[in-house]
Nanobody, 121 residues
């Protein structure tokens, strides 16, 4: 499956940004990861195909909200109260079926191109 992410940019601490990721196919589990240079990709959020269950990294709970529009094959990541430590390249990822290891980047075969989020004053 092909993924197209967009929405990154520069924002001040405490600000908000929204990312989107459109999939070329229906019915995939979609997730967001982020990466800073020299580190592995870290899990941010995942959402099951029915959109009823969402999972978040502890570091973003209460600040980030993931949602999906199945009619558009698109997921969104609303990021509020952004902090400098949220600065990273954000990637959307897809897999065909749900995995209990949804938080591991190694379990996602398909990736979008990444979009840079910079939180700085």
């Amino acid at each position: 499956v092909q993924l197209q992410a967009s929405g990154g940019g520069l924002v001040q601490p405490g600000g908000s940004l929204s990312l989107s990721c459109t999939s070329s196919a229906r019915g995939y589990v979609l997730a967001w990861f982020r990466q800073i240079p020299g580190k592995e990709r870290d899990f941010v959020a995942a959402i099951r195909t029915d959109a009823g269950t969402k999972y978040y990294a502890d570091s973003v709970k209460g600040r980030f909200t993931m949602s999906r529009d199945n009619a558009k094959n698109t997921v969104y990541l609303q990021m509020n109260s952004l902090q400098p430590e949220d600065t990273a390249v954000y990637y959307c990822a897809a897999r065909r079926y749900w995995s209990v290891q949804y938080y591991s980047f190694r379990h996602y075969p398909d990736w979008g191109q990444g979009t840079l989020v910079t939180v700085s004053s």
